[in-house]
């Protein structure tokens, strides 16, 4: 009889954990701490799934997690956060109002032109000349992304992986599990139009657990201008690393 108890308590924490590994959908209020109002497209990315969310004019969302799963959340104008999913959430499922602060100095929008052209077609010509790097597509966005000869690049993360001090071999040997979320963005819509939207990095770093001066290095090793390191958007940041990250792994074997 004893083994019998014994037993059971063993299935019953067996279906606890099992039970735990299942993704639930929660529901939650995304509103501005001191107004209480709520906050419309804000977006809510699960950064363990890679799964997103957005919200919608009563500032609600619902996205899939697991107990101690993070999710980022961020709002233009606003300074982003990371919520840990706690074991009431999972239990209750029912709605968790998450309270974000306006940052205190908010910038103006301002233009920035790229070159300042004289409408003189022979001097323009020479200050519009391009580097040695050519476009290519980012799958559902109708504008290019620079990237740089293949032999170049191939170069330089061969040299990242002959040298274990290199930023790139650092980073990726250290953070393979991290980096294995880059073939998870282009499964979420969400995620890829959030991605698209920004340009702080803020985002990128929260999925690979990087610092932006990792990504600035990164994309160095791999030959990536100043240019575009400094102007892309965060999913053509988040392309250039996955492509980057795939060289390294196939001369790394």
Same mark, same amino acid.
């Given at each position: /009889? ?7 308590? /063993?299935?019953?924490?067996f279906?606890?954990?099992? =039970?735990?590994?299942e993704?639930?959908?929660? !529901? ?5 701490? +001191?107004?209480?109002?709520p @906050?419309?497209n804000? *977006? ?11 919200? *919608? ?10 107990? *101690?799963?993070?999710l980022?959340?961020? +709002? ?5 956060? !990371?919520?840990?999913?706690? &074991?009431?959430?999972?239990?209750? %499922? ?40 050519? #476009? ?15 032999? %170049? ?13 290199? &930023?790139? +071999?650092?980073? +990726? ?6 980096? !294995?979320?880059? #073939? !998870? ?15 702080? #990095?803020? /985002? ?5 657990? @990087? ?19 400094d102007? =892309?958007?965060d ?13 390294? #792994?196939?001369?790394?074997?």
């Open positions: /009889m004893r083994y019998f108890v014994v037993f059971l308590l /063993m299935l019953v924490q279906n606890k954990l099992y =039970a735990q590994e993704p639930v959908l929660l !529901k939650g209020t995304v509103v501005d701490e +001191f107004s209480q109002l @906050i419309n804000a *977006n809510v990315i699960n950064l363990n799934s890679v799964k997103g969310s957005v919200t *919608n004019e009563l500032g609600k969302f619902e996205i899939e997690a697991q107990v *101690n799963d993070t980022h959340i961020s +709002f233009v104008g606003y300074q982003s956060i !990371k919520v840990r999913v706690p &074991a009431d959430w999972i239990k209750v %499922k029912d709605d968790f109002k998450i309270k974000i602060i306006e940052k205190a100095n908010a910038l103006d929008e301002i233009i920035i032109h790229k070159y300042q052209l004289t409408g003189v077609l022979e001097v323009d010509s020479k200050l519009i000349q391009l580097e040695e790097n050519y #476009r290519l597509n980012i799958t559902g966005l109708n504008y290019g992304y620079e990237a740089n000869d293949g032999s %170049k690049l191939a170069n330089s993360v061969l040299g990242g992986y002959a040298n274990p001090a290199d &930023a790139l +071999f650092n980073t +990726f040997s250290k953070k393979g599990k991290e980096m !294995k979320k880059l #073939r !998870k963005v282009k499964d979420d819509e969400n995620v890829r139009n959030s991605l698209a939207t920004k340009y702080d #990095r803020e /985002m990128v770093c929260a999925l690979l657990n @990087i610092t932006k001066k990792d990504i600035t290095d990164i994309l160095q090793k791999c030959e990536y201008s100043k240019t575009f390191i102007t =892309a958007t999913l053509q940041i988040m392309d250039a690393i996955k492509s980057c990250y795939e060289d390294y #792994r196939f001369l790394s074997k």
